[in-house]
């Protein structure tokens, strides 16, 4: 199991931009598909983001494709999510997730999760 720990949330003005990071330790980072999840108040665990072990591919749900975008530093054993145009509806608390083998888009498919960053919009 890989460790994760999320940083960078906060509160931002819609439209804003805001990056949150996540850095892993404990196992090896490039061997692993990292995803983004996000729980709004009331809501379950939605997929938002995923990136493959290399970065060459990547998927997004519909709802930031085109304002969200998945990256990672395997050097760094970090992977990012950078949030732009951001809306209030895109507030939540965000975790990082892992898992080994390819890309996947459903929580119960990672098994190493972070402890999640808060991130506010406002209107």
């Known amino acids: 199991q890989v460790q994760l720990v999320e940083s960078g949330g906060g509160l931002v003005q819609a439209g804003g931009s805001l990056r949150v990071s996540c850095a892993a330790s404990?196992?090896?980072?490039?061997?692993?598909?990292m995803g983004w999840f996000r729980q709004a108040p009331g809501k379950g665990r939605e997929f938002v983001a995923v990136?493959?072990?290399?970065?060459?591919?990547?998927y997004y749900a519909n709802s930031v494709k085109g304002r969200f975008a998945i990256s990672r530093d395997n050097a760094r054993n970090t992977v990012y999510l950078q949030m732009n145009s951001l809306k209030p509806e895109d507030t939540a608390v965000y975790y990082c997730?892992?898992?080994?083998?390819?890309?996947?888009?459903?929580?119960?498919?990672?098994?190493?999760w972070g402890q999640g960053t808060q991130v506010t919009v406002s209107s």
């Open positions: 997730a892992g898992r080994l083998g390819g890309p996947a888009f459903k929580s119960a498919d990672f098994g190493s």
């Open positions: 990136i493959s072990d290399s970065g060459g591919r990547t």
């Open positions: 404990g196992r090896p980072f490039s061997t692993y598909s």
